[in-house]
Structure formats: C-alpha cells, structure tokens
C-alpha cells in the first residue's frame, strides 16, 4: 500500500479529445473553404450551397443524437422536435421583423403617421391573415426581439427536453418504452402545431424565411454562403463541445449507463441526472442546429417534426456508425445528401423492361434495406471501416507472442 | 461499534417469503460470514441493504446517527458508504481497467462533478491496481480479462469506492487456490478498519477467514457464532451441511 508515495499526481495520459477530432474539423474546414471558392466562381448554384449548408447543420444533430443515444445509451426517437423548435424559434422573429419591413413604410404613407399599436395589428394580419385571425397569440410576444428569440432558441428545447426527461427517467422508463414515449412527444407536439388556433399558423407553418430582415438588398447568393459559414461553425464547435463531453470520466459513466445501468448505481452515480445532462444537452445543440437549419431552407411546418423525422434522425446515426462523432456526421451527409439526390430526380431510372424503377418511390425502399444490412451485417456502420483500416496498420497485441518460453516477448515486437 | 442494524425485515415476492423477520447487525471494524443453502436469502437480504429491494416492513438502520435507509435509492446508499460485489463479476467490459477504475475512485458524483473535474488521483489508482494485481494491465479492455481477474477488478472498483461496508458476494468463485489466499489476507487486512459481510458457499474459504458466521434460512437467522460453534448446531446440520 506504499505505492502511492512513489507515484506523482499525473493527469490521465489519455488525451481529452482524439485525434479523429482535429481530423474532422481541418476536412469541415476545407470543405467550408472549397464550397465558398466554388460558389463566388459561380462553379455551384445558390440552392446547391443551400443543401450543403443545410446538411452541416443535420450532421451537427446527428453527433448530438450519437451522445444521447451511442454513447449513454437512450434510443431516443424525438430529437427532431427540438430541431423543429429551434426552426420555429427563430422563424417567428424572421417572419416578423420581415413583415414589418415591409408593412411599416406602407403605412407611413397615409396621412396621419401610424401608432405603434396600428403597426402590430397590421403585423398580425399580414402574418396570420392565412389561419383567419390577425391578434398576437401569447406565444408571439418576443417575437419582436432577436436576442429574446435566440435565447427562446435555447430555452424552449431545453425545457421541454428537462421536463419531459425529469419525468420520463425518474419513472425509470428505459429501453423500447422510453423510445415509444418520445415518438409520442413528437407526433403530440407536431398535431398540435397542425392546428390553426396553435398559434404557430397550423399546417402553413412559417415562410419566406430565407429573407434576412434588413439584408433585404443583400442577395441570396451571398446570404446561403453566410448560412454555411455559420452552420460550419456551428458544427465545429458542437462537434468540439460533445468531443469533450464523451473524454474522460463523463464519458466513461455515460457509457457506462448504457452499458449496465444498474451496476452504475450501485457506484453511487445518480443515473438519471446523468441520463437527463446528456438529454437535455443535446436538445438544446439540436436546437441550435434547427435554428440555423430553417432560414436556410426558407419554411418549416408542423410536418418537419412528425415522428418519421427522429426516425431518420436515428437511421443517419445507425448507418454511419453509432458511438463515434464522426461517424454519426459522415452518416448523416451521406444518407441525407443521397436521399435528395435519389428523391430530386438526380437519379437515373432503372429500366427493367416489364417495370420501371423509378428512384423517387424506391428509395426508401434501398434506404430501409441498407438499414437493415448495417444492423445485421455491420453494427458498427460505416465508421467502423476506420477500425479496419487500422487493424491493419497496427497489431493489436496483448501480452507475449506466444505461450511457450522461446516465442518473442512483447518488448521484442517493439524493437 | 453497531454500522448496520437490521431489525425485523421481512419481504415477499409473489407470495414467497424471501426474507422473514430477519434482524442482523455488524459493526466497524467487524468482518462476518453469511452462508446458508440456495434460496436462503443470502442475495435478497443484500438487495435490501443496498436499496435494490424495498422490504414490506422492518428498518434497516446505519451509521453513528441510526439513519434508515429504507426508502433511499441505490446511489444515496452507495454514497452513504455501502458498496457490494457482485456473484458474477459486473465491470464494465467495454472500457478498459483504468476508465473501471477511475469510475469507482472516491470523489464528488454529480454529474456537473465528473464532467468538470477531469483529474484523476492517479496514486491512489496505481495503488488499488497493484493490491489487485492489474497494474500491468490498466489499459486493457475490462472484457478481456480473465474471469479471475474480472473478480480482481470488481474488488479493485470496492476497493476504489472506499466503502464503509463492504458487502461481498462470492468473492473467491472461479480463483485459484493461491489467488483464494489472497483475497483472504486482503479481506482479514480490510476488515481491521472496515465492516465486511461475506457470502460464500465455500466452507473451507469461510474456514481460513476465521470470523464470526451467521446461518440464514429461508430468510431467517438459523443460528450466528463462530464456525465450530454453528456447525455443531442441530439444526444448521439439518438443514444446510447435513445434506
């Protein structure tokens, strides 16, 4: 027991992000810088810079859904609500300082100058013409501030993600159930919204939210490459801020809540303030990316957050390899960035003569297969193609070479 | 000094009588042997303890303030001091010695704790490794030890915790003879500052421990002395030794 003395505190050789970080952030960052190069030369139309930017800001929900569900373990098929209300968060400012914009000069062309309140109705009616009403509903009443709204971007996801886990944990709901709870909470949250007296302007959902408020001269062109900018970033610091999180010892008591909870417990872990740190996290990150994800797009309506989207949510994250970063984002590019190819027409029909195959109907036919092959034949998705390149270039040895005493020793294979 | 006192607990499942007004108490320092024939209540009473199980009625007592700890989850009782060892050893395959380790090591278990104090007493770590004998072995995979040393590594993760009580399930199953002398002197050393009950089957393990043994029965004390004294007892040579 006199060990101690010998040994200095020294910090955990294990380095608090890998090297896969600093990876994928130099290729985010060369990506970022091609795509701005391409499109000022005019190599890649505005809509193209649109659906890259657009991709950034699904990848970066898609790391988050790998912490939440890779790493600690909880398959939750919602996160696309909080997605969907970081989108209506900042559309409801967008849409409103835009319509203001506009309706503001055209009053101020009548004879007697508008009062404030003339403004607002006007406002109203502009906005909410479209559900027969024209008042404010009480959910709108930050929407004239920016700040409040960014901050509403943060607060809504994050509350609903602590409320709805506090109770969902607590109960100790675990496994298929908490899975089925949280497509309940996004096909609740997504019926209400279809409704017009929501207050969200039901099934329309809000639009023309590709036009920046006092950048009205600014042209799209430019504000799709601003978006990127903003979604690269934003990307980059998520990725950074989970990398983090994932190292070191929260990293290994969130793996090790998914892996044997209950042994977790009897270490003296509270599990589910674990459980909800990393719901709730993420909520708010994939919130964030939703805000940044809808201007970008230019509407969002209540079918954004049906539950069929947290499903696909999960899809990306399976196939491009659960329990690491960088493979929930590369599934995530590349199954979204294939899925608009395939449904917008960029894919070839099949002509098999007695039936054509036409790919905007069965693509979700080669994506539901691809999923179930990767399940089946390649859990670790396509990330684990990482660990096979690997294998190779390092033998993963363990110990002497051999049982017997004139086999190499493990030191000698160094040499 | 009393640690724990459990008085009167008594627990059903399903209409079967898993423990029945079962009363037990051991203090610090004190190292106790608990054996008794499967479906004795060995496991139920220590699920009880633990918080794992909520007994229909009866307290189960601790500490210098007699706190009850009926009623409090299983991370509040492990936080109060309680730690166990599991009959199958339970680590944490996927993570290596080291991450097991460092999850066990005593320190603040909040979340916003782990997240933002990332240092780790590396002494006291190398320290626990080599009383286990896995110093060698810190950055292997849990998984791919043996199941001695799986045994070694959940010792080690009790050890890390720094228990007042250590419950302990079968802690010599599938070791060798020489690791068994091990884990004896290492659980005569502990138990001269700590409280220690041991489960086992093994009467020739509970032998060289040389402690007091308690005998349970279908969820009763059958009879509590030393070895000798209890195996002279009719009744545990009816029901237990006598088989």
């Given at each position: 027991m006199a060990v101690s003395e010998s040994l200095p505190l020294r910090p955990t050789p294990r380095p608090a992000t890998a090297p896969s970080t600093w990876v994928f952030l130099g290729a985010l960052a060369v990506f970022t810088l091609v795509v701005t190069v391409m499109a000022s030369q005019g190599m890649i139309s505005t809509a193209f810079v649109k659906t890259l930017g657009k991709t950034l800001c699904l990848m970066l929900a898609a790391v988050a859904m790998d912490v939440v569900w890779g790493y600690t373990g909880i398959l939750s098929l919602g996160h696309m609500a909080f997605f969907g209300l970081g989108g209506y968060m900042i559309g409801m400012w967008l849409m409103y300082a835009r319509t203001e914009n506009i309706v503001a000069p055209a009053l101020a062309q009548q004879p007697l100058p508008p009062t404030q309140d003339e403004i607002r109705d006007a406002i109203g009616s502009q906005i909410f013409g479209v559900v027969g009403s024209s008042d404010f509903p009480l959910v709108w009443m930050f929407s004239h501030s920016l700040v409040a709204q960014l901050a509403l971007v943060v607060l809504v996801p994050g509350l609903l993600a602590l409320v709805f886990g506090w109770l969902a944990f607590r109960s100790r709901v675990t496994g298929v159930y908490l899975s089925i709870l949280t497509q309940a909470m996004t096909l609740a949250l997504a019926l209400y919204l279809f409704?017009?007296?929501?207050?969200?302007?039901?099934?329309?959902?809000?639009?023309?939210?590709q036009n920046i408020p006092g950048y009205e001269q600014v042209p799209q062109a430019t504000i799709s490459l601003w978006f990127l900018w903003a979604s690269a970033l934003a990307l980059a610091l998520g990725y950074l801020l989970f990398a983090w999180v994932v190292s070191g010892k929260m990293g290994s008591v969130l793996r090790a809540v998914r892996d044997d909870e209950a042994r977790v417990r009897f270490l003296g872990y509270h599990v589910e303030g674990f459980k909800l740190f990393a719901f709730t996290l993420t909520a708010v990150v994939t919130g964030i990316a939703g805000a940044l994800y809808y201007p970008q797009a230019g509407i969002i309506n209540p079918a954004e957050i049906a539950p069929i989207a947290s499903i696909y949510l999960a899809v990306w994250v399976a196939i491009g390899g659960r329990g690491r970063l960088y493979g929930a984002a590369i599934g995530a590019a590349l199954v979204s960035l294939l899925s608009s190819w395939f449904t917008g027409g960029g894919a070839p029909d099949i002509n098999l003569g007695v039936y054509t195959v036409q790919w905007t109907d069965w693509w979700l036919v080669l994506l539901g297969l691809s999923f179930v092959c990767v399940t089946l034949f390649a859990p670790k998705g396509i990330g684990g193609l990482v660990d096979l390149v690997q294998a190779r270039r390092v033998p993963d040895r363990q110990g002497d070479y051999g049982p017997d005493k004139g086999a190499k020793r493990q030191e000698e294979g160094r040499e | 000094m009393t640690l724990l006192e459990v008085s009167g607990v008594s627990v059903s499942f399903d209409g079967f009588q898993?423990?029945?007004n079962l009363s037990f108490s051991i203090g610090e320092p004190e190292l106790r042997a608990v054996i008794g024939p499967n479906g004795a209540g060995k496991t139920t009473f220590m699920d009880i303890v633990t918080g794992k199980t909520r007994p229909d009625s009866g307290h189960v007592l601790w500490g210098e303030d007699n706190?009850?700890?009926?009623?409090?989850s299983e991370q509040a009782i492990a936080r109060l001091g309680v730690g166990r060892k599991f009959q199958k050893p339970t680590v944490f395959e996927a993570q290596s010695v080291r991450d097991n380790l460092a999850m066990a090591l005593k320190a603040p278990r909040g979340p916003f704790d782990v997240l933002l104090r990332r240092s780790v007493d590396e002494g006291r770590l190398h320290e626990v490794a080599a009383e286990i004998g896995l110093e060698d072995h810190l950055d292997r995979p849990a998984g791919a030890l043996s199941h001695g040393q799986k045994q070694w590594l959940e010792i080690g993760m009790l050890l890390a915790q720094e228990p007042r009580l250590l419950l302990v399930d079968e802690p010599a199953a599938g070791m060798t003879t020489a690791e068994r002398e091990h884990t004896t002197d290492l659980l005569n050393r502990l138990a001269q500052r700590h409280a220690i009950v041991v489960v086992e089957h093994d009467m020739a393990f509970v032998r060289r421990l040389g402690c007091k043994v308690t005998v349970l029965h279908e969820g009763r004390v059958l009879a509590e002395g030393s070895l000798d004294h209890v195996t002279q007892n009719k009744d545990v040579i009816d029901v237990y030794l006598g088989r």
């Open positions: 409704q017009n007296d929501s207050g969200l302007r039901g099934n329309n959902g809000l639009s023309g939210l | 898993a423990i029945d706190r009850n700890l009926v009623g409090l």
